[in-house]
C-alpha cells in the first residue's frame, strides 16, 4: 500500500483545500513543520479517512463522541463550514488497484453526520462506500494499525511502561489470537444461554460456575494490571515533574546554598595553598631570585673570572720554564738554541695575550660562580615558573568560587522549590508504596486465577468424559466446552508458536539499532504473559533498568518494527515526532538504519530541531517528496509548501 495523495479542506490548521501529492519513489517523506503547525493533524487526518470512528487517534481524544470529534477538526477561521479529508493509495496485489476514501462533513447544524465516498480506479463504488470498515479491516486491521503510525512521544510513554496493557493486546492482534478471543466470547454467550434453559443439569451448572471464579479471576487480575499500568503513569508524570523542579532549584541556586559550606571548605583550602605558593615566592625572592635580574651580568663575570684563571695558570707555567731550561742546559750536550727560542716565544704570546685582571677569583670562588650560573639560577628560575603558574590557578579557582559565592539567592523562593521538591519526593514514595502493595495483590490474583483455571480445566475434563448425549443441550454444553478447552490450549500453542518468531524479529530489529549490542544478547517473550526479557551472552536476565531512556526507546521501536514485519503486510509508516528524547548516537541509528527500511514508503513529520542539518544529509540519498508546513499568523492557518523545511538553516 502506498499513499498517493492526501487532501484536507478545512480541517484543523488547514484552511481551504491544502494537498500533499506523493510522486517520488524513495522510500522516505519528510514533513517538517514548527511545535502546532499540522504534523499531528496530518497523523490523525490519515487515521480518520481509514478508519472514522474506529480510529485509535479517537479512541485516545478526550471527545466525548464521534460527532464531537469531526466537529472539533473543522477551521473555524473559514466562513465555509463544512470540512473534508479525502486519502488517495494504491494497493498492489499483483494487480496495481487505485482507491480515493473521502470523508466529509460540517457544523452548520447542531447535528454533525459524516458522509463517506469511496472510488475504485477512479469509479464510485456503492459496495466499498457502504462496506469499507470491513474492507479496511482485511486491507490493514485498525488494531495493527498502531504498528505502522505512531507518535514518537507515545513511544517515550510506552518505554518506561513495564506492563503496557495496549502493546500486548497488539501483540494479540497481530498474533491472529485476538480472533480465538472474539470466537471464544461468542461461544460463551451461547453457553450461558443454554444453561439458562438446562438449569436442572447440576454438572453443567458447576461448570458454569467454575468457568465464571476463573473468568473473575482473569477480570480481577486484568483489573490490577489497569491499576499498575496507571499508576506506572503517575510514577513517570511523578518522576518527569521532580526533574524539573530540580532543574529550577538549581536554576535558581539551589545548588550554591546547599554546597556553601563545602564551597566555603574549599575556598580556604585553595587560600591556604595560594599562601603556601607565595610563602615559597618570598623564600626565592629572600635568597637567590633577584639574580636572576643580572643573570647576564653573571654570565660575563663567570665568562671574564675563568679566562682571568687560565690567564693565572699560564703565568705559573711561564715562570717555571726559566728553572727547567736552566736544568735542561746542563744536562743536555748538544744545541739548546731552538729550546730557548721556543720558551721566549711562549712567554711573548703569554705576555700580549693578558690583560689587567678585574676579579681575581679564587678555585673556589670561581667553582661557586660556575654552580651559580649552571645550575642554581636555572633551577630558582624553573621552581619561580612553576610558582607562578600555580599560583595563577590558585587565584582563577578561587575567583570562580567567590564569583559562586556571592550569587544573588532569593532564599524564600528557593525554600519554596524545595518544599515543592520534598513533596514531590513523598508523592513518588507514595506512588511506589501503592505500587509494591499492587505487586502483592498481583501475585496473589495470578495464583487465585492459576487455581482457578487449573480447577476448571480439571472438572471439566471429568465432566466432558463422563457425560452422556441425551439432548442438544447436553450436547450444547458438551461440544461448547470442549471447543473452548481446544480453542484455549490453541491459543497456547499458537503463542507459544509466534511469540519466538517475533521474538527472534525484536532480537533483529533491535541489534540494528541499538549502539552497545553487547549488552543484550538474545530478547525472549513469555508465550503466556507476553512479557518480554532481555538476556545477555551469558543467558542472564538484563534487568530493564539496566537501559538507558534512549535505548528503551529503541527496544520499543524494535518491537513495533518486528511486528510490523511478522504482519506480513507491506504498508506505508507514518511517523510524528520521531526523535523525541534521544540523543545523537541513537538518532544517527534511526536515521540511517531504520526510517530508510521501517516500510516501502515512510512519512516521518519533524521539526527542525529532530531532522536537523546533519541528520537530513545522512538520510537525503533515501528521501523522495519533501514538504514544508508554513503557518500564516494572521489566517491562524498552515499552508503546504515543497521543500523540506523551507527558510530554516539546514
Same mark, same amino acid.
Request: hydrophobic share 30%; proline share 1%.
Given at each position: 500500500m502506498i499513499i498517493k495523495k492526501l487532501t484536507l479542506c478545512n480541517f484543523g490548521v488547514y484552511a481551504g483545500e491544502n494537498m500533499f501529492l506523493f510522486e517520488n519513489r524513495k522510500p522516505i517523506v519528510l514533513v517538517g513543520g514548527m511545535n502546532g503547525r499540522g504534523k499531528t493533524t496530518f497523523l490523525e487526518a490519515v487515521l480518520l479517512a481509514l478508519y472514522g470512528s474506529n480510529s485509535f487517534a479517537y479512541s485516545e481524544s478526550n471527545q466525548k463522541s464521534y460527532a464531537q470529534y469531526l466537529r472539533s477538526f473543522?477551521?473555524?477561521?473559514?466562513?465555509?463550514?463544512?470540512? /473534508?479529508?479525502?486519502?488517495?493509495?494504491?494497493?498492489?496485489?499483483?494487480?496495481?488497484?487505485? $482507491?480515493?476514501?473521502?470523508?466529509?462533513?460540517?457544523?452548520?447544524?447542531?447535528?454533525?453526520?459524516?458522509?463517506?465516498s469511496i472510488y475504485k480506479d477512479g469509479i464510485y463504488n456503492e459496495f466499498l462506500t457502504n462496506n469499507w470498515p470491513m474492507f479496511v479491516e482485511n486491507i490493514l486491521p485498525s488494531a495493527l494499525s498502531s504498528f505502522f503510525f505512531f507518535d514518537g512521544e507515545k513511544i517515550a510513554e510506552l518505554s518506561v511502561d513495564n506492563t503496557n496493557v495496549q502493546l500486548k493486546n497488539s501483540i494479540r492482534s497481530m498474533l491472529g489470537i485476538s480472533v480465538l478471543d472474539v470466537l471464544s466470547n461468542d461461544i460463551m454467550r451461547n453457553l450461558k444461554k443454554t444453561n439458562k434453559k438446562g438449569? !436442572?443439569?447440576?454438572?453443567?451448572?458447576?461448570?458454569?460456575?467454575?468457568?465464571?471464579?476463573?473468568?473473575?479471576?482473569?477480570?480481577?487480575?486484568?483489573?490490577?494490571?489497569?491499576?499498575?499500568?496507571?499508576?506506572?503513569?503517575?510514577?513517570?508524570?511523578?518522576?518527569?515533574?521532580?526533574?524539573?523542579?530540580?532543574?529550577?532549584?538549581?536554576?535558581?541556586?539551589? !545548588?550554591?546554598?546547599?554546597?556553601?559550606?563545602?564551597?566555603?571548605?574549599?575556598?580556604?583550602?585553595?587560600?591556604?595553598?595560594? /599562601?603556601?605558593?607565595e610563602s615559597r615566592l618570598y623564600e626565592l625572592t629572600a635568597s637567590e631570585l633577584p639574580l636572576l635580574l643580572v643573570k647576564d651580568l653573571i654570565r660575563d663575570i663567570k665568562l671574564q673570572a675563568t679566562d682571568e684563571h687560565a690567564d693565572m695558570i699560564m703565568k705559573q707555567v711561564t715562570a717555571q720554564l726559566d728553572g727547567l731550561y736552566k736544568e735542561f742546559e746542563s744536562e743536555y750536550s748538544g744545541d739548546t738554541k731552538a729550546s730557548l727560542d721556543f720558551i721566549n $716565544?711562549?712567554?711573548?704570546?703569554?705576555? /700580549? !695575550?693578558?690583560?689587567?685582571?678585574?676579579?681575581?677569583?679564587?678555585?673556589?670562588?670561581?667553582?661557586?660562580?660556575?654552580?651559580?650560573?649552571? /645550575?642554581?639560577?636555572?633551577?630558582? !628560575?624553573?621552581?619561580?615558573?612553576?610558582?607562578?603558574?600555580?599560583?595563577?590557578?590558585?587565584?582563577?579557582?578561587?575567583?570562580?568560587?567567590?564569583?559562586?559565592?556571592?550569587?544573588?539567592?532569593?532564599?524564600?523562593?528557593?525554600q519554596e522549590i524545595y518544599n515543592q521538591i520534598k513533596g514531590a519526593e513523598q508523592i513518588i514514595i507514595d506512588y511506589q508504596v501503592k505500587m509494591l502493595e499492587l505487586d502483592r495483590q498481583r501475585s496473589a490474583a495470578n495464583s487465585k486465577m492459576m487455581t482457578a483455571t487449573a480447577e476448571f480445566s480439571k472438572y471439566v475434563e471429568s465432566y466432558l468424559s463422563t457425560a452422556e448425549l441425551r439432548d442438544s443441550t447436553d450436547r450444547i454444553i458438551k461440544y461448547s466446552n470442549m471447543a473452548l478447552n481446544i480453542i484455549e490450549k490453541y491459543i497456547v500453542e499458537l503463542q507459544k508458536r509466534k511469540t519466538d518468531v517475533l521474538a527472534d524479529t525484536i532480537t533483529d530489529c533491535y541489534k540494528k539499532l541499538a549502539n552497545k549490542k553487547n549488552l543484550i544478547k538474545k530478547i525472549v517473550m513469555d508465550s503466556e504473559t507476553l512479557d518480554i526479557q532481555y538476556l545477555s551472552e551469558d543467558g542472564q536476565e538484563v534487568p530493564k533498568d539496566f537501559l538507558s531512556a534512549g535505548e528503551k526507546q529503541l527496544m520499543v521501536i524494535s518491537i513495533l518494527w518486528a511486528l510490523a514485519i511478522c504482519s506480513k503486510k507491506s504498508l506505508p509508516v507514518i511517523i510524528d515526532t520521531p526523535l523525541s528524547r534521544l540523543d545523537s548516537l541513537h538518532r544517527t541509528s534511526l536515521v540511517t538504519n531504520y526510517f530508510p527500511n521501517a516500510g516501502e514508503q515512510t512519512i516521518i513529520l519533524s521539526t527542525d530541531s529532530e531532522i536537523d542539518a546533519g541528520y537530513y544529509k545522512l538520510m537525503k540519498a533515501n528521501v523522495g517528496d519533501e514538504f514544508t508546513l508554513k503557518y500564516d499568523e494572521t489566517t491562524k492557518s498552515t499552508s503546504i509548501k515543497r521543500g523540506y523545511l523551507i527558510g530554516a538553516e539546514i
Open positions: 473543522v477551521n473555524r477561521s473559514e466562513s465555509d463550514k463544512t470540512c /473534508s479529508v479525502e486519502l488517495e493509495f494504491e494497493i498492489n496485489n499483483e494487480v496495481k488497484e487505485n $482507491y480515493i476514501v473521502k470523508r466529509e462533513w460540517d457544523t452548520v447544524t447542531k447535528i454533525t453526520k459524516e458522509r463517506i438449569k !436442572d443439569n447440576k454438572n453443567a451448572e458447576r461448570v458454569q460456575e467454575l468457568r465464571e471464579e476463573k473468568e473473575k479471576a482473569i477480570e480481577a487480575l486484568a483489573t490490577i494490571d489497569a491499576q499498575i499500568e496507571e499508576l506506572s503513569h503517575k510514577l513517570v508524570g511523578g518522576r518527569d515533574n521532580l526533574e524539573t523542579l530540580h532543574q529550577l532549584y538549581t536554576a535558581k541556586g539551589g !545548588d550554591a546554598v546547599d554546597k556553601r559550606q563545602e564551597t566555603v571548605k574549599k575556598r580556604a583550602t585553595l587560600m591556604a595553598d595560594l /599562601s603556601g605558593e $716565544y711562549v712567554k711573548a704570546q703569554v705576555n /700580549s !695575550d693578558q690583560s689587567e685582571p678585574i676579579y681575581e677569583l679564587s678555585d673556589q670562588a670561581l667553582f661557586q660562580t660556575n654552580n651559580l650560573v649552571e /645550575s642554581i639560577m636555572k633551577n630558582v !628560575d624553573d621552581e619561580t615558573r612553576s610558582i607562578l603558574v600555580s599560583k595563577k590557578k590558585l587565584e582563577k579557582q578561587i575567583g570562580e568560587l567567590d564569583s559562586y559565592l556571592s550569587l544573588d539567592i532569593n532564599d524564600k523562593e528557593l
